[in-house]
T-cell receptor
Framework: EAQVTQNPRYLITVTGKKLTVTCSQN?????MSWYRQDPGLGLRQIYY???????DKGDVPEGYKVSRKEKRNFPLILESPSPNQTSLYFC???????????????FGPGTRLTVL | AQKITQTQPGMFVQEKEAVTLDCTYD???????LFWYKQPSSGEMIFLIY??????QNATEGRYSLNFQKARKSANLVISASQLGDSAMYFC?????????FGTGTRLLVSP
C-alpha cells in the first residue's frame, strides 16, 4: 500500500531534550516536505526536499533541522525543543515539486508533539 | 506570493442537506492548482478534490464538487447530501513555490 508513515504519532517531551520525528514514504517520490499545524493558522511549511541531499527552508524553519540521506526518509530534528514547538506535524511527499501541474501531495498521519 | 482565505471558522448543516465552504485565493501565477483536504478528528489529512486553473469544467468527486470562479478568484467546496461523517475540518490549499499554501480551515458540523 502506498503510504507515508511517521513516528512517533504522539510525543510528550521536555524543553531542551533533542528529538527526531521520522518520516518514510514507499512511493519513490522525489519531493518531501514537513508542515506544522497550529489552531487558526492552518498548515505552514517547515522544510522541504526536492531530492536526496537537497533540502531548503520553508516558511517557519527556526528551531528545526532536516536531512535527506535516502530518497524514502526525511526526518525532522528538534535539537532543543521549546514549548512554542508544541504542534501537530505532518510529513508529505509527491512525485515532484509543486508548480503549475497537478501533483497530489500524500500526507502522513501526523505527529502530535507537546513540549513542556 | 500565494494566499488562501477561508472566512468561515465554523459551519453547521443538517444531515442530507448541501453545504458550501468558501475559499478565495490570491496569486499572480497564470497556472495554478487548488486543493481541498478534509481533516477528521483523528487528525489525518484526506485529499478530496483538485481544480487546475486551466480546467474548463468544475471538478467533481462523488458528493464533492468545486465551484470554481476564476474571475472572482474563488474555489468553493460544495458537499451535497451531507452525512454525519462529513463533520471535520476542511482546508483549502493552492500550489505555491515548492509547497502547498493552506487556508486557516473551516470546521463543519453535521447534525442529525
Amino acid at each position: 500500500e502506498a503510504q507515508v508513515t511517521q513516528n512517533p504519532r504522539y510525543l510528550i517531551t521536555v524543553t531542551g531534550k533533542k528529538l527526531t520525528v521520522t518520516c518514510s514514504q514507499n512511493m519513490n517520490h522525489e519531493y518531501m516536505s514537513w508542515y506544522r499545524q497550529d489552531p487558526g493558522l492552518g498548515l505552514r511549511q517547515i522544510y522541504y526536499s526536492m531530492n536526496v541531499e537537497v533540502t531548503d527552508k520553508g516558511d517557519v524553519p527556526e528551531g528545526y533541522k532536516v536531512s535527506r540521506k535516502e530518497k524514502r526518509n526525511f526526518p525532522l530534528i528538534l535539537e532543543s525543543p521549546s514549548p512554542n514547538q508544541t504542534s501537530l506535524y505532518f510529513c508529505a511527499s509527491s512525485l515532484w515539486a509543486t508548480g503549475g501541474s497537478y501533483n497530489e501531495q500524500f500526507f502522513g498521519p501526523g505527529t502530535r508533539l507537546t513540549v513542556l | 506570493a500565494q494566499k488562501i482565505t477561508q472566512t468561515q471558522p465554523g459551519m453547521f448543516v443538517q444531515e442530507k442537506e448541501a453545504v458550501t465552504l468558501d475559499c478565495t485565493y490570491d496569486t499572480s501565477d497564470p497556472s495554478y492548482g487548488l486543493f481541498w483536504y478534509k481533516q477528521p478528528s483523528s487528525g489525518e489529512m484526506i485529499f478530496l478534490i483538485y481544480q487546475g486553473s486551466y480546467d474548463q469544467q468544475n471538478a467533481t468527486e462523488g458528493r464533492y464538487s468545486l465551484n470554481f470562479q476564476k474571475a472572482r478568484k474563488s474555489a468553493n467546496l460544495v458537499i451535497s447530501a451531507s452525512q454525519l461523517g462529513d463533520s471535520a475540518m476542511y482546508f483549502c490549499a493552492m500550489e505555491g513555490f515548492q509547497k502547498l499554501v493552506f487556508g486557516t480551515g473551516t470546521r463543519l458540523l453535521v447534525s442529525p
